[in-house]
Structure formats: structure tokens, C-alpha cells
């Protein structure tokens, strides 16, 4: 089984940064993409931005400029640098991992983390 650990979320100011980590464990062989969506209060949730085993990277045009976001294989872990934060990207952000594989997988499974709230004031 595959566990996610969410940190870095809480309160900031307008124009404040946070940085979001998400560590993977469990039986893991291989993580084909990494990335983190987010969901404000009575929207769907939508994608931030994701980062492929080749490090190629794709971003909301929302934050492009704004956020970075990286992985270190090794540790199995995803971070999300979020900079000039704006009210607007309040909300919960999750983690996802796609195409998870063990060393005994043919096929990969995707996992979303639990969440972590992110509030930005004005």
C-alpha cells in the first residue's frame, strides 16, 4: 500500500509564500507524475501544476510565474513553492501521484493525498 504525507500548509498574507511537500511511502518502484490540484470553497477542484519522471513540467496558467514545482526521487517526495501568493489561490491543495508501480506491477495505480489547506488574506 501507498501512503501520502501532506505538510505545508496554513495561513499567509497576500504576497507571502509557502512551500507544500508531499512524501510518498509504501512498496514504490517508480512514480510516473507527480503533481499537486487544488479546490476552493464551491469549485471543482483543478490542477496547479504536475512534474514527470523526466522533470518536464506543466503549470495553470493562474500560477505560471508564481509557483514552482519540483521532485526528488529519492525521497519520493513532490514540493510545491508557492510565491506572491494571491486571496484567489485559498483552498485545499492535493497531491497526486500517477502511474505508481511496485517492482511486481505490469500496470500503475494513481493515489490523491488527503489535503492541506492553504488560506491567503487580503
Known amino acids: 500500500q501507498v501512503q501520502l504525507a501532506e505538510s505545508g500548509g496554513g495561513l499567509v498574507q497576500a504576497g507571502g509564500s509557502l512551500r507544500l511537500s508531499c512524501a510518498a511511502s509504501?512498496?514504490?518502484?517508480?512514480?510516473?507524475?507527480m503533481g499537486w490540484y487544488r479546490q476552493a470553497p464551491g469549485k471543482q477542484r483543478e490542477l496547479v501544476a504536475t512534474?514527470?519522471?523526466?522533470?518536464?513540467?506543466n503549470y495553470a496558467d493562474s500560477v505560471k510565474g508564481r509557483f514552482t514545482i519540483s521532485r526528488d526521487n529519492a525521497k519520493k517526495t513532490v514540493y510545491l513553492q508557492m510565491n506572491s501568493l494571491k486571496p484567489e489561490d485559498t483552498g485545499v491543495y492535493y497531491c497526486?501521484?500517477?502511474?505508481?508501480?511496485?517492482?511486481?506491477?505490469?500496470?500503475?495505480?494513481?493515489?490523491w493525498g488527503k489535503g492541506t489547506l492553504v488560506t491567503v488574506t487580503s
Open positions: 497526486r501521484l500517477d502511474q505508481v508501480r511496485s517492482a511486481r506491477d505490469y500496470f500503475g495505480k494513481n493515489y
Open positions: 509504501g512498496d514504490i518502484f517508480s512514480i510516473e507524475a
Open positions: 512534474v514527470t519522471t523526466s522533470r518536464t513540467t
